[in-house]
């Protein structure tokens, strides 16, 4: 057992005594999830979920869903590289940093019950939310888009029966400023409407500092924010019925995070400040708008922009009868993307992505011992693509898929249930590619088209059973399996790696964990092991004489535990913990697939080209990308009350193994070493009074860190340095 996981456990008993030692002053507020497409008790569903509600949002500072990553055991999140505001999700190991061409996310994100396609404008800011719930493991059998790895389910608040207006201001270093507001009106006693806005901008962290050809091409602040959005709802009752039309939009013209150079090859070791590689000259301005085959080195390119346009309406109608209650959820989106950026060399793309989904489920609320959830879910997305990277590409990709799933539980007794579900899909995608240059194109291997069809059949299922061995503990053991869709590189270098074709990628889960509350419910303490074998994992990496394009790993074994902790021994006093373990490993591979994962050896030890089983052995002793061995949160929040009003002193510990982000475990720039991060919040509200104040701050120790890098040039794209700013807030 490592270290972490010893001091979450003994931190856990020693609690527990000082709980049993303290008077009965406090209990842990429930927290309901719907895991299960039922509101349920966290401590009573056999899943592996976090919820995090309206308060533990504002007061753990998670402002958008690069932040959750605190909080949720063995998740990690970044910023794709040149990107930005594209999502890199791994959960458990497992997750997809490709934001083009047809390839699935292996973590789906749903705002509303509406998945998102695209990584591409999934970092989202959390504006208005009733809660965010994080699942674990393969979702398919309840949910409409399939996601073999986890899903990120964000609900904001619907409209209320009253009138009310509510907002926050907040000022920071680096001239940042939010502006965020809500409000609700009661139009009438059956109907409702609710809206909501942010404004956000901040400048950016980076100095850029060519020479050469591009001496006179200096730029500052880099790298700045600036979004804008908003949405409104509107909710009518009819009897027994509701219907919910939501539509929101989204413009974000903050800058691509610029790749700088890691600090051992740095010319100033500080890489917030770009300038090219020691012995290095541009050979070219920095300004200009990116060509073909367009190589300015690291610290010669100054064009970063990006513009990210989403928007999006839907119409949720929900009726109950009997003791049936319907739902019908519709929704349209669309998302336009033009980026300029730099990612080892200069890159250009320009995403016009359209879906439409529909969704329609039964459950049950019987009173006999079985219940049910059923329902259908059509999903279609047309796909365009235009990019530049030393090749001009495009990319179109058409998706049509077609599910029915079911999940029911049945009581075995007051204590014991078991719950069975699956979920038949059928997928249909028409790829085409080409590369202007070479003119060479995808090529359908069955009759010659450019136009490839791939379309496959799949089903999924789970099997779970739960048990309460006392009111207040509950075990649970699950197996289930999952998918990601077959899908296609967007790269074409050669002809042969062009457009290659990646097979389905499977996985078969189990899960056993425990659910424990005692000491009067003032301590919460749960468990979940887990054993994931993937096959035919999709990776994307340079092969050598292919060059980048993507390929399935035969198999791939993942097993890890993970634990939170909560401990309120009085009404003022709470902490929260959390702790993921990971030990992820390739078990089986080819000898191609080895030469991929190793790029032609340039991840093993020494400098011999290796071939046979000693590149596979190689390859076997990699770890996978974006997979920490451990990673620890700690979170304190304390309440002072006084005669003014209540003072909130809150902070949070994040201790996390190094890592790497390309699957050769190198260059240096792949290796990511995490410090220990800092974040802490001071919050005042004024008794009887309408507004609050906080002053906050994040990775308050200034560490200089960075999730991601590239093969080429050494770069790196560093995560944010200290940031901090006060918040005024207003609800009547």
């Not at 309901?32 to 349920?40: D, G, K, M, S, V």
């Not at 509107?234 to 027994?240: K, P």
């Not at 999940?407 to 038949?424: E, I, M, N, P």
């Not at 054993?531 to 390929?551: E, H, K, S």
């Amino acid at each position: 057992m490592t270290q972490p996981a010893r001091f979450l456990i003994l931190s856990a008993s020693t609690l527990a005594m000082m709980a049993v030692s303290t008077p009965a002053l406090a209990q842990i507020d429930e927290v309901f999830t719907t895991a299960q497409r039922r509101a349920e008790s966290t401590q009573d569903v056999p899943v592996a979920v976090t919820v995090l509600s309206t308060q533990d949002l504002e007061i753990k500072q998670v402002g958008d869903t690069l932040d959750l990553q605190n909080f949720v055991p063995n998740l990690n999140i970044g910023t794709n590289t040149g990107t930005s505001n594209a999502a890199r999700i791994f959960l458990r190991g497992v997750g997809e940093d490709e934001s083009r061409g047809a390839v699935e996310p292996a973590v789906g994100t749903y705002i509303d019950g509406v998945y998102i396609g695209r990584i591409v404008g999934a970092l989202i800011d959390l504006v208005d939310l009733e809660q965010v719930e994080v699942l674990r493991g393969p979702q398919g059998t309840l949910y409409g888009r399939n996601s073999n790895g986890g899903a990120i389910k964000i609900s904001s608040i619907k409209p209320q029966q009253e009138t009310s207006f509510s907002g926050k201001l907040t000022y920071g270093n680096r001239d940042r400023f939010d502006a965020k507001g809500v409000a609700n009106f009661a139009l009438t006693d059956s109907t409702a409407v609710r809206l909501s806005g942010l404004y956000k901008s901040r400048d950016g962290f980076f100095d850029i500092n060519p020479n050469g050809a591009a001496a006179d091409d200096a730029v500052e602040n880099i790298g700045d924010i600036e979004t804008l959005a908003f949405r409104g709802s509107i909710s009518q009752d009819y009897a027994n019925w509701n219907v919910l039309i939501t539509a929101d939009y989204t413009e974000d013209d903050s800058d691509p995070i610029p790749s700088s150079i890691i600090d051992t090859f740095d010319a100033d070791g500080d890489i917030f400040t770009i300038e090219p590689a020691p012995g290095t000259t541009c050979f070219a301005p920095a300004d200009t708008e990116i060509t073909p085959f367009d190589f300015r080195p690291v610290g010669c390119f100054t064009g970063h922009s990006s513009e990210v346009i989403s928007r999006g309406i839907s119409g949720t109608v929900t009726g109950v009868y009997d003791n049936f209650t319907i739902q019908s959820i519709t929704a349209f989106r669309r998302l336009d993307d033009d980026l300029q950026s730099h990612i080892g060399f200069s890159f250009a793309q320009q995403t016009d992505q359209e879906q439409f989904s529909q969704e329609v489920t039964v459950s049950t609320n019987l009173e006999g011992p079985f219940n049910l959830v059923a329902g259908g879910y059509y999903f279609r997305e047309d796909l365009n693509l235009d990019s530049i990277f030393v090749f001009p590409f495009r990319v179109t990709a058409d998706t049509e898929s077609f599910a029915l799933f079911a999940q029911g539980t049945y009581d075995v007794t007051d204590r014991a249930r078991l719950t069975g579900g699956v979920r038949w899909t059928t997928e249909d995608r028409d790829f085409a590619g080409i590369n202007f240059t070479s003119g060479l194109t995808s090529i359908d291997p069955e009759d010659g088209d450019t136009n490839v069809n791939n379309d496959f059949n799949n089903v999924s299922f789970t099997v779970k059973g739960d048990y309460n061995v006392t009111d207040d503990a509950l075990i649970f053991a699950s197996f289930s399996t999952g998918f990601k869709g077959s899908g296609f590189s967007p790269d074409c270098f050669s002809p042969t790696a062009c457009f290659l074709p990646v097979e389905e990628e499977t996985v078969q889960t189990f899960e056993a964990g425990f659910r424990t509350q005692f000491a009067d419910n003032r301590v919460q303490f749960n468990g979940t092991y887990f054993f994931n074998t993937y096959d035919n994992l999709q990776i994307g990496a340079t092969v050598p004489g292919l060059g980048f394009t993507r390929f399935n790993v035969d198999e791939t074994e993942i097993q890890g535990l993970e634990f939170d902790l909560t401990f309120r021994p009085i009404d003022r006093f709470e902490v929260v913990a959390n702790l993921g373990i990971l030990d992820a490993e390739y078990t089986e591979l080819t000898e191609a697939q080895a030469g991929g994962l190793t790029n032609n050896s340039a991840g093993c030890p020494g400098t011999e080209v290796l071939s046979g089983q000693a590149l596979i052995d190689c390859a076997l002793d990699l770890e996978l990308k974006n997979a920490p061995d451990y990673k620890l949160n700690i979170a304190a929040i304390y309440t002072q009350p006084t005669t003014w009003g209540n003072f909130t002193l809150s902070g949070d510990i994040s201790f996390e193994d190094d890592s790497f982000s390309l699957v050769a475990n190198s260059p240096e720039s792949a290796f990511s070493d995490i410090p220990t991060l800092l974040n802490a919040r001071l919050a005042f509200r004024p008794k009887d009074s309408f507004w609050h104040i906080s002053v906050w701050g994040k990775n308050i120790t200034d560490q200089e860190f960075f999730r991601a890098g590239t093969a080429t040039g050494n770069a790196v794209f560093p995560s944010e340095p200290a940031t901090f700013g006060v918040d005024v807030g207003f609800d009547f």
